[in-house]
């Protein structure tokens, strides 16, 4: 193997030197063996049912990956998800477009059982970001705030791979608003704190998460239990920001800025300091815009400016600003 990794490589099988690394395999193996008995399952079940076709099928299919996962699910480790993926890879390089389609099932369904395990609120954020529509996002919340349900899913466009939806219905399990908010933003911060940013998509999907459910507090998001928990002082980078973004009046030229921004460019790029890497603080570098800390800006501002009766201008500016900022972050989000 070369030292570009390709889609068949399992992570840790190969290295600069193109030689396989041993436990990188050792542990593909073990895996390969648990997907093995799993497939070998499901085809004993779907043996005792015959005739199906077209979307019974399917369903079928799903349900045998259900009951095979289901004796199992305690006992397998990251080693089954590396060798599915890896077989994934092996299956797209032959162009055998059923055997991943019977890989992604056996995925899917393990997740969703993982899932299941999880506590209420993580399980409700994770339904938040797998869906890319906001009435929906919405939806959910309000479902898991009435104590659960089942909702009709909703084709995701892709990205988050067992995580999207298909049509079947969803259940959202019952959960409160306050763990909700705190549970996606305790996710936004932990993605934050680390620069550069390692994943801007599922950032952006938590942030349009956290911001939908503290929409949701009796008072919207100026309510007092959305006071920002991590911003006792308004940070200095999002506050130059935003009076950047006030001084721009096209329309087109500010959408931009703040997408590309969002996008980690322009402001929004992460860069050393004279001390080395960035840190959160004590950086003698100017750290990037950060998505999160600059809503939360904005909110803090804003809350400031209807207690005290500021100018009407300014605060349409603002708002203006944060609605094109959740447009940004949700193209980076789902479009992408």
């Known amino acids: 193997m070369g030292g570009a990794q390709g889609p068949g490589t399992p992570a840790g099988a190969g290295g600069s030197t193109g030689q396989p690394d041993p436990d990188g395999w050792r542990e593909l193996l073990r895996g390969g063996e648990d997907v093995a008995q799993v497939m ?8 005792e049912i015959s ?5 019974d099928e399917e369903v079928a299919v799903q349900m045998a990956a259900a009951a095979a996962i289901a004796g199992r699910v305690g006992a397998l480790d990251q080693s089954f998800l590396v060798a599915l993926e890896f077989m994934m890879g092996q299956a797209d390089s032959n162009n055998d477009s059923k055997g991943r ?10 997740l969703a059982q993982l899932q299941q395990k999880m506590p209420p609120q993580v399980q409700v954020v994770s339904l938040l970001v797998a869906t890319s529509d906001k009435n929906r996002r919405r939806d959910i919340i309000t479902r898991a705030l009435a104590g659960g349900g089942k909702l009709p899913g909703e084709a995701s466009p892709g990205g988050m791979g067992s995580m999207d939806m298909g049509p079947q219905e969803v259940h959202v399990p019952g959960a409160n608003l ?6 996606s933003d305790d996710l936004v911060a932990s993605l934050e704190e680390e620069l550069p940013i390692r994943d ?5 999907r938590l942030l349009l998460a956290r911001e939908e459910a503290r929409s949701l507090m009796a008072g919207g998001i100026q309510d007092p239990r959305n006071d920002v928990r991590r911003l006792k ?6 506050v130059r920001f935003i009076s ?6 096209a329309p087109d030229a500010l959408k931009k800025r703040i997408f590309d921004v969002m996008d980690g460019r322009q402001e929004g790029e992460y860069k050393k300091g004279s001390d080395g890497p960035i840190k959160v603080q004590g950086s003698k570098g100017s750290a990037p815009v950060r998505p999160g800390h600059l809503l939360d800006t904005i909110t803090k501002v804003l809350g400031g400016m209807y207690r005290t009766g500021g100018s009407g201008v300014t605060v349409q500016q603002l708002e203006w600003i944060r609605k094109e900022t959740l447009d940004a972050l949700q193209r980076i989000g789902f479009s992408q």
Request: net charge negative.
């Open 40 to 47: 070998s399952d499901m085809a004993n079940i779907l043996d």
């Open 51 to 55: 005739g199906l076709e077209g979307r």
């Open 101 to 110: 389609w019977l890989l992604e099932v056996v995925k899917e369904q393990l």
């Open 178 to 183: 306050d763990e909700i908010i705190a549970q």
């Open 200 to 204: 801007r998509r599922l950032l952006a």
């Open 233 to 238: 002082n308004v940070p200095e980078t999002e």
């Open 244 to 249: 950047t973004l006030v001084a721009i009046k």
